[in-house]
């Protein structure tokens, strides 16, 4: 499909949705009807940032506690998958570990660590992979060390979660469980138990308070996998968004504060959880469209974060926006994201340290982020003048 033709959203395909233009799509589908019925998607696809906050405000009409909803089938019930009272009971213990001054106390030393340890091992090469050098390694460093995972190293949590978000994206209702997902999930709980038994600060350890082990181990799981995908692809499309805008990328060098603004930019401009879905629990009528009980209703957070109506020139990165934080790509309304100060904490520093310990830094050819549910780049292949 050429994206800035005339659009049919009975045409459209997940292959428009998750390409470099998704975008011109998405905004073509939110000209045509802010809320429309995607044929390839299942579902309703809703396009309008307003739109899109009331959908994920109202867990009364649009639920995730819906068996279509697949995680809650590996995992058990956790704050991702349930809405109301059980959802708050959930939710509840995790607030306060991961409140803005909590997480600066707990976390910011062991990023900076931890960045500094990740640059050091390619600083003299020249050349690297960006996402799977820093952003990769750095996301399930600090997911697992926030969660008092021992003994876990970054092969055999990414292996958990090949397995895992494998199974969650196949799964169909009815279908089973497959194996080795089954076998991920017990080997992730024993780490998990281990935790819990330990000494070490842990959000986990202060949630036994209120919950059970198996309340502890399901939100654990959706904890660490959503913070491993979504903070790899924030830290890697705010690296990307600066190199690709010499001028904002000179600004950022002359000013490390501008890190804010350059992160919430990007999560605007390119979230790294493109799209959420919630499940009609009645028939409602949403911008005109008849949504019927049980529908898949998916949030399009990309076009959201690209509503003219909001963001006048929403498809320029502009560092002197006044609204960035009306962008919504930590969702909005009871499910807004638990740890989002963690991942913007990661994020700020990973730029930062970045552009400081990697002189010259620049692209070494075009890439774009790509992804219908999840967007960031395959690679973010990078150079620098290496220190002699």
């Avoid at 990697?358 to 990078?382: C, D, S, Y």
Wanted: hydrophobic share 45%; proline share 7%; net charge negative.
């Amino acid at each position: 499909m050429q994206p800035r033709e005339p659009i049919d959203a009975a045409r459209v395909e997940i292959a428009d949705l998750a390409g470099p233009d998704a975008a011109h799509v998405l905004a073509q589908l939110r000209t045509l009807s802010p809320v429309a019925w995607v044929p390839e998607v299942g579902g309703w696809l809703v396009t309008g940032h307003d739109l899109t906050g009331q959908v994920m405000r109202d867990d009364v009409t649009f639920t995730v506690d819906d068996p279509n909803f697949s995680t809650a089938r590996l995992t058990g019930p956790s704050m991702l998958s349930l809405d109301g009272a059980p959802h708050r009971r959930h939710r509840t213990p995790f607030v306060g570990p991961f409140r803005p001054r909590r997480v600066a106390e707990r976390f910011e030393d062991e990023i900076t660590a931890l960045v500094h340890g990740l640059l050091a091992r390619i600083r003299a090469d020249g050349h690297a992979d960006l996402r799977r050098s820093l952003a990769g390694p750095l996301s399930v460093a600090v997911v697992t060390s926030a969660l008092g995972l021992e003994q876990v190293d970054a092969g055999m949590v990414l292996d958990w979660y090949g397995h895992i978000v494998g199974a969650v994206s196949t799964m169909t209702t009815g279908s089973a469980v497959p194996p080795e997902a089954t076998a991920a999930m017990a080997a992730l709980a024993a780490h998990i138990r281990a935790g819990l038994r330990s000494t070490q600060d842990s959000v986990l350890r202060e949630a036994t308070r209120d919950l059970d082990e198996a309340d502890i181990i399901a939100n654990a799981a959706v904890m660490m996998f959503g913070g491993i995908e979504t903070t790899e692809g924030m830290i890697s499309n705010a690296l990307l968004h600066l190199l690709q805008n010499p001028g904002a990328l000179e600004a950022m060098r002359a000013d490390p504060a501008l890190a804010e603004v350059v992160v919430e930019e990007s999560l605007r401009l390119e979230p790294a959880a493109a799209a959420v879905d919630r499940y009609a629990t009645r028939d409602v009528v949403l911008a005109g469209a008849q949504i019927r009980a049980r529908d898949l209703v998916r949030v399009s957070i990309t076009a959201a974060n690209r509503d003219p109506a909001v963001f006048p020139d929403p498809d320029r990165y502009d560092l002197h926006r006044t609204n960035l934080r009306a962008q919504l790509s930590f969702a909005q309304g009871p499910h807004v994201c638990v740890a989002a100060e963690l991942a913007r904490l990661e994020a700020r520093l990973a730029v930062i340290l970045t552009l400081r310990e990697l002189p010259g830094l620049r692209l070494e050819r075009p890439v774009q982020p790509t992804g219908h549910i999840f967007r960031k780049p395959a690679e973010l292949p990078v150079c620098w003048a290496p220190l002699r």
